[in-house]
T-cell receptor, first 113, second 115 residues
Framework: AQSVTQPDIHITVSEGASLELRCNYSYGATPYLFWYVQSPGQGLQLLLKYFSGDTLVQGIKGFEAEFKRSQSSFNLRKPSVHWSDAAEYFCAVGARGNTPLVFGKGTRLSVIA | DAMVIQNPRYQVTQFGKPVTLSCSQTLNHNVMYWYQQKSSQAPKLLFHYYDKDFNNEADTPDNFQSRRPNTSFCFLDIRSPGLGDAAMYLC??????????????FGSGTRLTVV
């Protein structure tokens, strides 16, 4: 069965600074990988996904993520954070077929002026 | 816009009093999921429907039931809510045969409080 670890519970960055949120997964085959964002009191919104091909994927809101098979990682990055990026970020892993996604525990991002 | 709608956004129920949460979708997706999310925790899958086929997670308590009368609607029934069932309940959909390929579309969630 697949699993996801997000090592950082809470990260604080200054507005305009760069951001990297870590995600490590465990799955025997090539995984499907996702990043979702959740604003307070809201559902989850898909930022980006990886299935195959180019290991650097671009998403919405200026986010990107890089799949590194050797490190079992799928870290999320943004070159310049905006105050509106403050939210909870979830990494998720899926498998081929209809196996439901498994989510990490999330990383809460705070943005300071 | 095609979307997933959850009602109500906030629900307060009494300890032991049955409660039903609803989810509707205009995406015509054939898979619907219910997740439970407690504070500062990952969403936890309770069950999902692939069309009319119901799939229960092994550790979902019997207290939780679900109904899917048609493609558009799915309900979560909590027969006897306990204090530990207070959480955000998230409904999601996906276009089935591709598995998660197309991603999940989530509703805004229902925040359940048990008093």
């Amino acid at each position: 069965a697949q699993s996801v670890t997000q090592p950082d519970i809470h990260i604080t960055v200054s507005e305009g600074a760069s951001l990297e949120l870590r995600c490590n997964y465990s799955y025997g085959a090539t995984p499907y990988l996702f990043w979702y964002v959740q604003s307070p009191g809201q559902g989850l919104q898909l930022l980006l996904k990886y299935f195959s091909g180019d290991t650097l994927v671009q998403g919405i809101k200026g986010f990107e993520a890089e799949f590194k098979r050797s490190q079992s990682s799928f870290n999320l990055r943004k070159p310049s954070v905006h105050w509106s990026d403050a939210a909870e970020y979830f990494c998720a892993v899926g498998a081929r077929g209809n196996t439901p996604l498994v989510f990490g525990k999330g990383t809460r991002l705070s943005v300071i002026a | 816009d095609a979307m997933v709608i959850q009602n109500p956004r906030y629900q307060v129920t009494q300890f032991g009093k049955p409660v039903t949460l609803s989810c509707s979708q205009t995406l015509n997706h054939n898979v619907m999921y219910w997740y439970q999310q407690k504070s500062s925790q990952a969403p936890k899958l309770l069950f999902h429907y692939y069309d009319k086929d119901f799939n229960n997670e092994a550790d979902t308590p019997d207290n939780f039931q679900s109904r899917r009368p048609n493609t558009s609607f799915c309900f979560l029934d909590i027969r006897s809510p306990g204090l530990g069932d207070a959480a955000m309940y998230l409904c999601a959909t996906s276009a089935g045969t591709g598995g998660p390929y197309y991603g999940y579309t989530f509703g805004s969630g229902t925040r359940l409080t048990v008093v």
